[in-house]
């Protein structure tokens, strides 16, 4: 398949702990990118990572990515029950002149009070 | 407000009764596109355009046409709906092909009976 895989599919914490979220590929990227979707609502981009960079942080968000492993990760730090949400890697495949993303299967997300 | 507007949110008609969801960003956004979502299955593109009067297919863009023929709408259209077409519809946004983050719409949940 295309798309990248993601893991883990469901993940349960509690609020204050750490989620980390993975997601490798196959083939060569141009830009990995995670969003967010909450419930019955359009995806939020969160962060774009090229494939020269290695590592960025947004606030309590940090994402990795290893060119090497084909892997990605997202880790949200101290988190809030506000990010219960699925998350999604999007990669933009290196040779593509279209700018059509292939999202994952993503990563559904609870974070209990 | 930047934003990417879809209409109607929701939506449930007949086979083969023509519709048109509606998108429209208010960025200047040069590359436009639609996805459709189901369980399983992840997002899944349908059709792109990267600028006015250029468009192409995406991965499944089977029953489906679109028009590009302002900078700000794209609108997706169903001449003959089917039941397979029953999804989730986003239309996303960017300013350029793919180095930069798409901008989501909140959906249009699409219903054929």
């Known amino acids: 398949s295309q798309q990248g895989e993601e893991d883990p599919q469901a993940l349960s914490i509690q609020e204050g702990e750490n989620a980390t979220m993975n997601c490798s590929y196959k083939?060569?990227?141009?830009?990995l990118q995670w969003y967010r979707q909450n419930s019955g609502r359009g995806l939020v981009h969160l962060i774009l990572i090229r494939s020269n960079e290695r590592e960025k942080h947004s606030g309590r968000l940090r994402v990795t990515l290893d060119t090497s492993k084909k892997s990605s990760s997202l880790l949200i730090t101290a988190s809030r029950a506000a990010d219960t949400a699925s998350y999604f890697c999007a990669r933009l495949p290196g040779a593509s002149n279209t700018g059509k993303l292939i999202f994952g299967q993503g990563t559904t997300l609870q974070v209990k009070p | 407000e930047a934003q990417v507007t879809q209409n109607p949110r929701y939506l449930i008609t007949v086979t083969g009764k023509k519709l048109t969801v509606t998108c429209s960003q208010n960025m200047n956004h040069e590359y436009m596109s639609w996805y459709r979502q189901d369980p399983g299955l992840g997002l899944r593109q349908i059709y792109y355009s990267m600028n006015v009067e250029v468009t192409d297919k995406g991965d499944v863009p089977e029953g489906y046409k679109v028009s590009r023929k302002e900078k700000r709408n794209f609108p997706l259209i169903l001449e003959s709906p089917s039941p397979n077409q029953t999804s989730l519809y986003f239309c996303?946004?960017?300013?350029?092909?793919?180095?930069?983050?798409?901008?989501f719409g909140d959906g249009t949940r699409l219903s054929i009976l």
């Open positions: 083939t060569s990227i141009n830009n």
């Open positions: 996303a946004s960017s300013a350029w092909t793919g180095d930069q983050p798409q901008h």
